[in-house]
C-alpha cells in the first residue's frame, strides 16, 4: 500500500495538484478507498463566465458518455462532471504480475476563481464503487463548504469579524503598549506621505489558527485604524513606499508589494504582525496583531473570557 500511494503521489505532483487527500480503510468488514485531490489550472477565456463555459463544452466534448453540468453552488457557479474513469495499475504494482486496468468512480468540480485567471478543480475518486454513496455524500459537503473571498477581503474582514470590542484600557498595560509602538512604526515608514485617522481601536480577537480548530476564545489583541489621506500620492504608491520602508527597518514580509495588500511580521518571525490593505474608497486599513497567548502560553491580555470550541452545528 504504500509503494502504490507513493507512486500515485508522485503522478499528483506530475499532473499539478495543489492537495491530495488518501484514505483506505475497512468498511462493514471489506477494504474501501478513495482520493480527493484539489488542481489549480488557468482559465481558458477572459473572465470567470468565459472560464466557466469553455470548461463545460471542454468537457462534454472530451466525456461525451458522462453527466456534465452546470450547478449553482454556494461558491457560485461550477462545472460538475460524474462518470468513470479508468486506471492502470502498472504490472511491478500488480498481483498478477501484468498492468491491470481498473475501473473507478469520479466526480469533478471545476470552479473559476474571482482572479479570472485561474480554475479550481475538485476531484473525487474511488475503485470502491460499492460505498458510491458514502464517498459521494462526503464529497459533496466539501464542495458545498467551499467559500471564495479575494485577498482583499480576507485581510480587511477576517480579523475585526472575530474580534470582541472591548475598551483599550482593559488591554494589560504592556499588550496596548506594544500595539501603539508598532503603529508608530508605520507612521514613521510613511513618512509624511500620509494622516492616520483619529478613529483607531483596541480589541481582543481570534487568530486565524486558533480559529481553524474551532476555539473561540480571544488569545490576541489587535489595533485598527485608517490612514485617510496620502496628500500628493496615488495610495498605491504609498503602499509600495511602505513595503519598501518597513523591510528595511527589520519587518519580515509575508507577501509581494502589488498595491491592494501587505502583510508583515516582527522581525524575530513569532512576534506582533501587521496587515494593511487598500480599501475601495483609496484609505489604507491597518491592523497590528499581537501574537496569539495560546501558542506562547502567556495570559498576558489581562482579560477573563471563557470560551468553548465550536459546535458542529454552528
Given at each position: 500500500?504504500?509503494v502504490?500511494?507513493a ?6 505532483r ?9 484514505c483506505?480503510?475497512?468498511?462493514g ?10 488542481y ?5 477565456g477572459?473572465?470567470?463566465?468565459e472560464?466557466l463555459?469553455?470548461?463545460?463544452s471542454?468537457?462534454q466534448?472530451?466525456?461525451?458518455e ?8 454556494p461558491?457560485g ?7 468513470d474513469s ?5 504490472e ?23 482572479n ?22 462526503m ?5 458545498k ?10 485581510r480587511?474582514?477576517i480579523t475585526?469579524?472575530?474580534a470582541v ?12 503598549q506594544a500595539?501603539?509602538?508598532h503603529?508608530?512604526?508605520i507612521?514613521?515608514?510613511?513618512e509624511?506621505r500620509?494622516?492616520?485617522?483619529q478613529?483607531?481601536r ?7 489558527e486558533?480559529?481553524s ?7 490576541c489583541a ?9 496628500p500628493g ?5 504609498v503602499m509600495?513606499g511602505?513595503?519598501?520602508r518597513?523591510?528595511a ?6 507577501t509581494e ?6 502583510m ?5 518571525g513569532f512576534g ?8 475601495a ?9 499581537s501574537p496569539?497567548v495560546q501558542r ?9 473570557w471563557?470560551?468553548r470550541?465550536?459546535?458542529s452545528?454552528?
Amino acid at each position: 500500500m504504500y509503494v502504490l500511494l507513493a507512486h500515485a503521489i508522485d503522478e499528483l505532483r506530475s499532473a499539478g495538484a495543489v492537495y491530495a487527500g488518501m484514505c483506505a480503510m475497512s468498511r462493514g468488514g471489506r477494504p474501501t478507498m478513495a482520493t480527493v485531490v484539489a488542481y489549480l489550472m488557468p482559465a481558458m477565456g477572459n473572465n470567470a463566465t468565459e472560464a466557466l463555459h469553455e470548461a463545460f463544452s471542454g468537457l462534454q466534448e472530451a466525456y461525451p458518455e458522462d453527466d456534465v453540468r452546470i450547478a449553482d453552488l454556494p461558491c457560485g457557479q461550477g462545472v460538475v462532471r460524474i462518470g468513470d474513469s479508468v486506471f492502470e495499475l502498472p504490472e511491478d504494482m500488480s498481483p498478477i504480475g501484468e498492468a491491470v486496468d481498473i475501473p473507478r468512480g469520479q466526480i469533478q468540480v471545476y470552479v473559476p476563481l474571482p482572479n479570472d485567471a485561474e480554475i479550481l478543480t475538485l476531484e473525487l475518486s474511488t475503485p470502491s464503487m460499492e460505498d458510491w454513496d458514502f464517498y459521494s455524500e462526503m464529497f459533496a459537503g466539501i464542495v458545498k463548504s467551499l467559500r471564495l473571498r479575494t485577498v482583499e477581503e480576507v485581510r480587511s474582514d477576517i480579523t475585526i469579524a472575530q474580534a470582541v470590542m472591548i475598551p483599550a484600557a482593559k488591554l494589560k498595560a504592556e499588550v496596548r503598549q506594544a500595539l501603539h509602538f508598532h503603529s508608530s512604526r508605520i507612521l514613521d515608514a510613511l513618512e509624511g506621505r500620509g494622516t492616520a485617522s483619529q478613529d483607531s481601536r483596541a480589541m481582543a480577537a481570534v487568530c486565524l489558527e486558533c480559529l481553524s480548530v474551532g476555539l473561540e476564545i480571544p488569545c490576541c489583541a489587535v489595533h485598527r485604524w485608517c490612514i485617510e489621506e496620502t496628500p500628493g500620492h496615488d495610495p498605491s504608491e504609498v503602499m509600495t513606499g511602505l513595503n519598501g520602508r518597513l523591510q528595511a527597518g527589520g519587518w519580515i514580509s509575508l507577501t509581494e508589494a502589488r498595491g491592494a495588500g501587505l502583510m508583515f511580521m516582527e522581525e524575530s518571525g513569532f512576534g506582533h504582525r501587521v496587515d494593511m490593505a487598500l480599501r475601495a474608497d483609496r484609505k489604507i486599513t491597518v491592523e497590528v496583531t499581537s501574537p496569539c497567548v495560546q501558542r506562547s502560553g502567556e495570559a498576558q491580555l489581562g482579560l477573563t473570557w471563557f470560551g468553548r470550541r465550536r459546535s458542529s452545528a454552528s
